[in-house]
């Protein structure tokens, strides 16, 4: 069993930055694939980016390429993204995610957080 809780959001202007965490516990979470992913009001959740159980992969949805970052720290059991310019159409609930890493740029995780609420004002 892996928990996963998120922290970061809040309310930022367009163009500024946002830095969100998902802190993981469970005996084996550092060995599974990252992710995140966003649900905006009216629409189904989508995948955001994702990062191999080291660090060594990582890959995005084109709609975040070039200005969110991924990463992760296993000595802490912790996977960031880093958001930058940020846009009115990056508002959403933001979940973290943990699986197999092919599996989750399909949506796909074994194991869901309870989401973070990120508001970009225009």
């Known amino acids: 069993q892996v928990t996963l809780v998120e922290s970061g959001g809040g309310l930022v202007q367009a163009g500024g930055s946002l830095r969100l965490s998902c802190a993981a516990s469970?005996?084996?979470?550092?060995?599974?694939?990252m992710g995140w992913f966003r649900q905006a009001p009216g629409q189904e959740r989508e995948f955001v980016a994702a990062?191999?159980?080291?660090?060594?992969?990582?890959y995005y949805a084109d709609s975040v390429k070039g200005r969110f970052t991924i990463t992760r720290d296993n000595a802490k059991n912790t996977v960031y993204v880093q958001m930058s310019s940020l846009k009115p159409e990056d508002t959403a609930v933001y979940y973290c995610?943990?699986?197999?890493?092919?599996?989750?740029?399909?949506?796909?995780?074994?194991?869901w957080g309870q989401g973070t609420q990120v508001t970009v004002s225009s």
């Open positions: 995610g943990a699986g197999n890493y092919g599996s989750l740029a399909r949506g796909y995780a074994a194991y």
């Open positions: 469970g005996r084996t979470s550092s060995t599974y694939g």
């Open positions: 990062i191999s159980w080291n660090g060594g992969s990582t």
